[in-house]
């Protein structure tokens, strides 16, 4: 049972125009949603990260919004650029999950044309 | 500041073989996580330490074996290797758990079985 979905998939976004990623979660007894940026060849990178109590954070160009009532949650990324192509997954945790707990959504490749 | 070290890089071995990939991060982190990413899946956890000595299994255990004797090493074994075993592999630690904490990546292990 996947416990976050993602989507879409991939996504192609002019130069300066806006990348919207969208998640979607089942168990809510999530506390943790983080986001994640993966260049090619490298690891996952933690981008930004946002707690329920919070309908919205921004950081730079990136904005996480969140809407508990829908279980949804997702990534802005204002005047994209080039360097943004990447690929970045939404992830989840629960309090009583333990290392574990942390669930990755399946991820979505953003490219930015110039 | 070397964060964390995977090894090897890249590596072709044989179906029924024995491998072992290789985590070494210099934060001692208490916890420490493998991961395998695989197109269409996203990551998912293969085994986790929250110390040494202690170990548990994520999502995907089967056909792998971990240890942790030292807080920053964290070895990956495959002990039959089986071309559905073929993914790229990540380490990753973080200090305390996933809820609230950034997770740190390495940055893969590249492992095909012919």
């Known amino acids: 049972q996947q416990q976050v979905k993602q989507s879409p998939q991939s996504l192609i976004v002019q130069k300066g125009g806006i990348s919207i990623i969208n998640c979607a979660y089942e168990?809510?007894?999530?506390?943790?949603f983080p986001w994640y940026q993966q260049f090619p060849g490298k690891g996952p990178a933690l981008l930004i990260a946002i707690r329920p109590d919070v309908s919205e954070k921004k950081e730079g160009r990136f904005t996480i919004s969140f809407n508990k009532s829908a279980k949804q949650f997702s990534l802005h990324i204002m005047d994209s650029q080039p360097g943004d192509s990447a690929t970045y997954f939404c992830?989840?945790?629960?309090?009583?999950?333990?290392?574990?707990?942390?669930?990755f959504g399946k991820g979505t490749h953003l490219i930015i044309q110039p | 500041d070397a964060g964390i070290t995977q090894s090897p890089r890249y590596k072709i071995t044989e179906t029924g073989r024995q491998v072992t990939l290789m985590c070494h991060q210099t934060?001692?982190?208490?916890?420490m996580f493998w991961y395998r990413q695989d197109l269409g899946h996203g990551l998912r956890l293969i085994y986790y330490?929250?110390?040494?000595?202690?170990?548990d299994k994520g999502e995907v255990p089967d056909g792998y074996v971990v240890s942790r004797s030292k807080t920053e090493n964290f070895p990956l074994t495959l002990e039959s290797a089986t071309r559905s075993q073929t993914s790229v592999y990540f380490c990753?630690?973080?200090?305390?758990?996933?809820?609230?904490?950034?997770?740190?990546f390495g940055e893969g292990s590249w492992l095909t079985v012919v």
């Open positions: 990753a630690s973080s200090f305390t758990g996933v809820t609230g904490n950034t997770i740190y």
């Open positions: 992830a989840a945790s629960n309090p009583g999950g333990g290392a574990d707990g942390l669930t």
């Open positions: 168990n809510t007894a999530f506390d943790y």
């Open positions: 934060w001692s982190h208490s916890y």
């Open positions: 330490s929250a110390a040494a000595d202690i170990t």
